[in-house]
């Protein structure tokens, strides 16, 4: 007797219902399903699904740039929960030569941007895909007076380079002459093109505490032709350069932002001032109230709860690296007499609420990495807040 083999055509799934499927997987999964055909392989590369992807981890996550004065490595928060729910662990996560190298120029929703002199480069980790973009032709001018900055304009949903080039007189004041911007789109057939503004000025030489992006704008620490200390901001959609005075209580002149510089406070940009924070811990903050009319708040001053025990035990010494969305500063602790990069535990303080919300602590590395040299500065550490994995293929 013949058995009878029924078959059922299993309804065929749309691509929306595939989206939402996808996008509730990891990462990892998703780049796996990329070898499965080249149908997968159009669908997960789309940019609309790499924007759906886009979303916070469930706790906050950090992402670290080691750099000496010969290599540089990423560290990323450690997959492993930590038993205390207020410490978070960051492990080695890879060479920056793997993903092209360089200097971190920023970190923009799951993407790097890396310098090496005039070459730049744009990574995402995840995918391990790497673009490099056209030279920037920049003249005479030194490396010394091109800065890079890197952003994504909300409206047209693009990611963008910006480049500074500054010249200064040979006086002993060192003023600003001129200044000159252009602007890089990511994607397919980039190239620079130049990007008006009639406010000459240079940028101060900081890449973290002068330098933050509050929806689409960019504000950096900078100079102008007269001098003068001011905050700078970019529009990364309009692409219109503005200058916003200093408030004039503050007497901020840009040289040490270790001790002041530009933060994120609750959503809105405003600039710190820590003179006394090495001995007392006190930070005084102004937060811009209108930038058009360069409107500043008044002071606000905190006090580090246990600064005193934190800073001095085995002669550390504490740091200010950053700050993020938040409104909360990142601090870091060093020690002058180690020679070698040793665990190191970095803090992030809750302004508001006057608290240390959260520890950050390093698995050591190796004995022979980013040894301190014989002369310089050493190892530089910057912790930053990485809450979103991208999916995004990189076109070029």
Same mark, same amino acid.
């Given at each position: 007797?013949?058995?009878?083999?029924?078959?059922?055509?299993?309804?065929?799934?749309?691509?929306?219902?595939?989206?939402?499927?996808?996008?509730?997987?990891?990462?990892?999964?998703?780049?796996?399903?990329?070898?499965?055909?080249?149908?997968?392989?159009?669908?997960?590369?789309?940019?609309?699904?790499?924007?759906?992807?886009?979303?916070?981890?469930?706790?906050?996550?950090?992402?670290?740039?080691?750099?000496?004065?010969?290599?540089?490595?990423?560290?990323?928060?450690?997959?492993?929960? @930590?038993?205390?729910?207020?410490?978070?662990?960051?492990?080695?996560?890879?060479?920056?030569?793997?993903?092209?190298?360089?200097?971190?120029?920023?970190?923009?929703?799951?993407?790097?941007?890396?310098?090496?002199?005039?070459?730049?480069? !744009?990574?995402?980790?995840?995918?391990?895909?790497?673009?490099?973009?056209?030279?920037?032709?920049?003249?005479?001018?030194?490396?010394?007076?091109?800065?890079?900055?890197?952003? @994504?304009?909300?409206?047209?949903?693009?990611?963008?380079?910006?480049?500074?080039?500054?010249?200064?007189?040979?006086?002993?004041?060192?003023?600003?002459?001129?200044?000159?911007?252009?602007?890089? !789109?990511?994607?397919?057939?980039?190239?620079?093109?130049?990007?008006?503004? @009639?406010?000459?000025?240079?940028?101060?030489?900081?890449?973290?505490?002068?330098?933050?992006?509050?929806?689409?704008?960019?504000?950096?620490?900078?100079?102008?032709?007269?001098?003068?200390?001011?905050?700078?901001?970019?529009?990364?959609?309009?692409?219109?350069?503005?200058?916003?005075?200093?408030?004039?209580?503050?007497?901020?002149?840009?040289?040490?932002?270790?001790?002041?510089?530009?933060?994120?406070?609750?959503?809105?940009?405003?600039?710190?001032?820590?003179?006394?924070?090495?001995?007392?811990?006190?930070?005084?903050?102004?937060?811009?109230?209108?930038?058009?009319?360069?409107?500043?708040?008044?002071?606000?001053?905190?006090?580090?709860?246990?600064?005193?025990?934190?800073?001095?035990?085995?002669?550390?010494?504490?740091?200010?690296?950053?700050?993020?969305?938040?409104?909360?500063?990142?601090?870091?602790?060093?020690?002058?007499?180690?020679?070698?990069?040793?665990?190191?535990?970095?803090?992030?303080?809750?302004?508001?609420?006057?608290?240390?919300?959260?520890?950050?602590?390093?698995?050591?590395?190796?004995?022979?990495?980013?040894?301190?040299?014989?002369?310089?500065?050493?190892?530089?550490?910057?912790?930053?807040?990485?809450?979103?994995?991208?999916?995004?293929?990189?076109?070029?």
């Amino acid at each position: 007797m013949m058995m009878m083999v029924l078959t059922t055509a299993l309804p065929e799934i749309s691509e929306d219902l595939l989206i939402e499927i996808l996008i509730k997987l990891p990462a990892k999964s998703l780049m796996r399903l990329k070898r499965v055909s080249k149908i997968w392989l159009s669908l997960i590369s789309c940019r609309y699904l790499a924007n759906r992807f886009l979303k916070p981890f469930p706790r906050q996550r950090f992402l670290a740039y080691f750099r000496s004065s010969e290599r540089h490595a990423l560290f990323r928060s450690s997959d492993h929960d @930590h038993s205390d729910t207020l410490v978070s662990v960051i492990e080695k996560y890879m060479d920056i030569g793997t993903i092209g190298g360089g200097r971190l120029v920023g970190s923009v929703r799951g993407l790097l941007c890396f310098r090496s002199g005039r070459r730049v480069r !744009v990574s995402n980790p995840m995918t391990r895909q790497v673009v490099e973009l056209p030279v920037m032709e920049a003249g005479d001018a030194s490396n010394e007076n091109l800065l890079f900055f890197f952003g @994504h304009d909300p409206v047209n949903d693009e990611y963008k380079v910006l480049c500074t080039v500054w010249e200064v007189n040979n006086e002993e004041e060192k003023l600003v002459i001129r200044s000159e911007h252009q602007v890089l !789109v990511l994607g397919a057939g980039a190239s620079w093109k130049k990007a008006e503004c @009639h406010i000459t000025h240079r940028p101060y030489r900081s890449c973290w505490l002068g330098v933050i992006t509050i929806n689409g704008v960019l504000y950096y620490t900078a100079w102008n032709d007269a001098n003068e200390c001011v905050v700078m901001s970019f529009n990364f959609s309009s692409q219109e350069f503005s200058l916003i005075e200093l408030p004039v209580d503050a007497f901020i002149v840009w040289m040490n932002l270790t001790s002041r510089g530009i933060m994120n406070y609750k959503g809105k940009v405003s600039i710190f001032r820590a003179l006394d924070f090495l001995s007392d811990g006190v930070l005084d903050v102004w937060v811009l109230e209108d930038a058009g009319k360069s409107q500043w708040s008044d002071r606000k001053t905190f006090v580090l709860p246990d600064f005193q025990r934190m800073n001095t035990i085995n002669g550390d010494l504490l740091k200010m690296r950053g700050s993020n969305r938040s409104g909360e500063l990142w601090l870091s602790k060093t020690n002058p007499s180690f020679r070698k990069v040793r665990p190191s535990t970095k803090f992030i303080y809750d302004v508001e609420r006057n608290k240390i919300a959260q520890r950050i602590v390093t698995i050591p590395l190796e004995d022979d990495d980013f040894a301190f040299p014989r002369t310089g500065w050493g190892v530089s550490v910057i912790v930053f807040s990485h809450d979103i994995e991208s999916i995004m293929y990189l076109e070029t």
